[in-house]
């Protein structure tokens, strides 16, 4: 199983990123899927969920701003980034969970300057 991200880069605050997870090894249609993100010296935290069968779910430090979504067609999970401040600033990066396996995306950089 492999995921990689793409999307990444560096915008100004207010403004929006999408970010793209291509995922080989696995079909979407049958696993959970995230987006977690990493800053310096901090532990990752999982910033968007979508289960299968289940309405996405956000941390509250993104809801309202962030979209996750899954293309099945195209196996790829993505994120939309909207309204996007200086402490969005991480890594980024996409996770499959499937019967106890997890597996993650090294990642790609998001920065957000003021």
């Known amino acids: 199983v492999q995921l990689l991200e793409s999307g990444g880069g560096v915008v100004q605050a207010g403004g929006s990123l999408g970010l793209s997870c291509l995922v080989s090894g696995l079909a979407l249609s049958i696993v959970d899927v995230f987006w977690g993100r990493q800053e310096p010296g901090k532990d990752r935290e999982v910033v968007a969920t979508l289960r299968r069968g289940s309405s996405a779910m956000y941390a509250d430090s993104v809801k309202g701003r962030f979209t996750i979504s899954r293309d099945s067609a195209k196996n790829t999970i993505n994120l939309q980034m909207n309204s996007l401040k200086p402490e969005d600033t991480a890594i980024y990066s996409c996770?499959?969970?499937?019967?106890?396996?997890?597996?993650w995306g090294q990642g790609t950089q998001v920065t957000v300057s003021s």
């Open positions: 996770n499959v969970r499937k019967l106890g396996a997890s597996y």
